[in-house]
């Protein structure tokens, strides 16, 4: 699949549709597919830390979540077809698994979200199996056991939402225990999903301006943005030389 490598990261030039075609392929293999979707804070994470970089790039499908992403993708003159989110993606999936005999299971979020996401999906996707669900609150020696009931449920689908790079970690720690067949971090999707966290609306997200609707929700937030102009000076400066 062709890729963009950006700072070292070498994302796939995929857009939604077709990346939730490929996981949906990737549930009637033999072992467990690492899905991750970077925004710029976590490719910035990966071009200072190699090890996280190394994880990264060992995903079967890596897709941009985030504009500015996207935008450098431009600036390579690589782009990508579009911004292709893990709520984004991860929806896509759901329409086609509750069409099918495949079911999911959701890990992540505070105790409760998790239940009360799977209730939500069950209501707008008529059809779906939710295998089981586990809240993201855990310590690391609790791992084999969530692995355990993971494998367990039966689940073919796993959507993990520990945020990152706690979930990329945690999946590409534990995908060859893992009898799923695909394995996607998404976030805060779960939230999203229950309702307790309300997604920008279709204007800001199809514009590209989903981060200045977060940070008119939440202000606090001011600090953190400060790491996208910091992302797109950095793959003006840099950016070239991980051209393959």
């Known amino acids: 699949m062709d890729k963009v490598n950006i700072l070292g ?3 796939d030039r995929i857009g939604i549709n077709d990346a939730a075609d490929k996981i949906f392929s990737f549930l009637s293999g033999e072992r467990c597919a690492k899905i991750f979707t970077p925004n710029s804070e976590i490719i910035m ?10 994880i990264l790039n060992s995903a079967d499908l890596l897709t941009a979540d985030g504009i500015g992403v996207v935008k450098a993708a431009s600036l390579l003159k ?26 999911v299971f959701l890990f992540g979020g505070k105790p409760g979200v998790a239940e ?4 939500e999906i069950c209501k707008k996707y008529p059809g779906i199996k939710i295998a089981g669900t586990r809240n993201g609150y855990f310590k690391p020696e609790e791992t084999p056991d969530i ?3 993971i ?20 999946i590409h720690e534990n995908a060859g225990k893992l009898t ?6 998404v976030g805060g999707s779960l939230d999203v999903f229950a309702g307790t966290v309300q ?13 200045f609707y977060r940070l008119m929700k939440e202000p606090r937030r001011a600090v953190r943005m400060t790491a996208l102009p910091k992302f797109a000076l950095t793959v003006l400066l840099r950016g070239r030389k991980f051209e393959q």
Do not use: M
Not at 180 to 185: D, N, W, Y
Not at 199 to 211: I, M
């Open 9 to 11: 990261i070498k994302v």
């Open 45 to 54: 994470a990966g071009y200072k830390d190699k090890a996280f970089a190394d």
């Open 78 to 103: 690589k782009p990508v077809p579009e911004r292709a989110a893990g709520y984004d993606i991860a929806c896509k999936l759901l329409e086609k698994t509750a069409k099918s005999d495949y079911s």
């Open 116 to 119: 009360k996401a799977a209730s």
């Open 147 to 149: 692995v355990s009931e």
């Open 151 to 170: 494998n367990s449920s039966g689940a073919e689908l796993l959507f993990v939402c520990l945020g990152a790079p706690k979930q990329e970690k945690w």
């Open 180 to 185: 799923a067949k695909a394995a996607l971090g």
């Open 199 to 211: 997604r920008a609306p279709d204007f800001y997200c199809k514009h590209g301006l989903e981060w």
